[in-house]
C-alpha cells in the first residue's frame, strides 16, 4: 500500500499562485503513475493531471486550464502541482492519488486531499 500526504492548500486571492505537494510512503515501487484530482461539493471528483513515476511523461484532464502544471520530485518521494493565475472557480479540495493506469486512471490509493480557496 502507498501513503500519500498532501500539503500546500489554503487561501488565496484570485490571480495568485499556490503549489500543493504530495509526499509518498509505503509501497512506492508499485507505483505507475501519480495524479491530481479535484473535488467540489456535489460534483465527482475531477482527474487534472497524471505523470508517470519511472519517466516524466505527463497527461492532462480535458478541462484542465495552461495555468496547471504536475511535476515530480522522485527523490523525495514527492508530486508537485503548480497553479497560477488561479480563479474562484479553481476552488475545491483537491486530491493526489497514486496510479495503477493512467488512460483511464486506475486509482492505488488516496491522500486525504487538500482545501484550495481561491477569494475574488
Keep these: 500500500q502507498v501513503q500519500l500526504v498532501e500539503s500546500?492548500?489554503?487561501?488565496?486571492?484570485a490571480g495568485g499562485s499556490l503549489r500543493l505537494s504530495c509526499v509518498a510512503s509505503g509501497r512506492t515501487f508499485t507505483m505507475h503513475a501519480m495524479g491530481w484530482f479535484r473535488q467540489t461539493p456535489g460534483?465527482?471528483?475531477e482527474f487534472?493531471?497524471?505523470?508517470t513515476w519511472s519517466g516524466d511523461s505527463t497527461s492532462y484532464?480535458?478541462?484542465v486550464p495552461g495555468r496547471f502544471t504536475i511535476s515530480k520530485d522522485k527523490a523525495r518521494n514527492?508530486?508537485?502541482?503548480?497553479?497560477?493565475?488561479l480563479k474562484t472557480e479553481d476552488?475545491?479540495?483537491?486530491?493526489c492519488a497514486s496510479l495503477l493506469k493512467v488512460d483511464p486512471?486506475?486509482?492505488g490509493?488516496?491522500?486525504q486531499g487538500t482545501q484550495v480557496t481561491v477569494s475574488s
Excluded at 487534472?48 to 505523470?51: C, K, N, W
Excluded at 476552488?91 to 486530491?95: D, I, L, N, R
Design 91 to 95: 476552488t475545491a479540495v483537491y486530491y
Design 48 to 51: 487534472l493531471a497524471a505523470i
Design 78 to 85: 514527492t508530486l508537485y502541482l503548480q497553479m497560477n493565475d
Design 8 to 13: 500546500g492548500g489554503g487561501l488565496v486571492q
Design 43 to 45: 460534483k465527482d471528483r
Design 105 to 107: 486512471p486506475l486509482i
Design 61 to 63: 484532464g480535458a478541462s
Design 109 to 111: 490509493s488516496w491522500g
